[in-house]
T-cell receptor
Framework: EAEVAQSPRYKITEKSQAVAFWCDPI?????LYWYRQILGQGPELLVQ????????DSQLPKDRFSAERLKGVDSTLKIQPAELGDSAMYLC??????????FGPGTRLTVT | DAKTTQPTSMDCAEGRAANLPCNHS???????VYWYRQIHSQGPQYIIH???NNETNEMASLIITEDRKSSTLILPHATLRDTAVYYCIVSLSTRGSGGSNYKLTFGKGTLLTVNP
């Protein structure tokens, strides 16, 4: 069964450093989402792509976060510089034309 | 998007039905009810969704009240592997605008613990 791939699974970085996460959605899924999940909370949408275009980045802290999906396939989420409050799980999800979003296993980020 | 209210936690005995309630009194006519669950340290998993009719699939049943102000997710025979946080979400359909209006706004969900 096709799955959303994310890497790395775990990342420890020092504050003020740059960090990047990668997501490979299920083949053929045009819509891709990045979520952030703080411990004890539900996932929060950061950015939504339709193919290579951003359709919603209203919750993305644009002073330090950036996201791209250059060829409309895989995507990268970057944080520069990382802050202590960025410690969280970063989840990627993809969707074809239907309602179901398929989530990857996430990247657990710890900022020290 | 309409807001949902769920109990913080629930317990269920293995093999029994688990009934998870959700209130969404401000739901609008074109909003669907979605259920996802998240097993510890994994990404969320889609369970089921519906508009106004009851729905059933291989995982669960969704019962929506006639006024659509509340719903219940039913796991007919809960197993230990069903222990997870269950999220009830209301959102617009994926139809139109490439589904750009379809967004999942997660709350804190209900932690369902299935006990042996």
């Amino acid at each position: 069964e096709a799955e959303v791939a994310q890497s790395p699974r775990y990342k420890i970085t020092e504050k003020s450093q740059a960090v990047a996460f990668w997501c490979d959605p299920i083949s053929g899924h045009a819509t891709l989402y990045w979520y952030r999940q703080i411990l004890g909370q539900g996932p929060e949408l950061l950015v939504q792509f339709q193919d290579e275009s951003v359709v919603d980045d209203s919750q993305l802290p644009k002073d330090r976060f950036s996201a791209e999906r250059l060829k409309g396939v895989d995507s990268t989420l970057k944080i520069q510089p990382a802050e202590l409050g960025d410690s969280a799980m970063y989840l990627c999800a993809s969707r074809a034309g239907g309602s179901e979003q398929y989530f990857g296993p996430g990247t657990r980020l710890t900022v020290t | 998007d309409a807001k949902t209210t769920q109990p913080t936690s629930m317990d269920c005995a293995e093999g029994r039905a688990a009934n998870l309630p959700c209130n969404h009194s401000t739901i609008s006519g074109n909003e669907y009810v979605y259920w996802y669950r998240q097993i510890h340290s994994q990404g969320p998993q889609y369970i089921i969704h519906g508009l106004k009719n009851n729905e059933t699939n291989e995982m669960a049943s969704l019962i929506i009240t006639e006024d659509r102000k509340s719903s219940t997710l039913i796991l007919p025979h809960a197993t230990l592997r069903d222990t997870a946080v269950y999220y009830c979400i209301v959102s617009l359909s994926t139809r139109g605008s490439g589904g750009s209006n379809y967004k999942l706004t997660f709350g804190k969900g209900t932690l369902l613990t299935v006990n042996p």
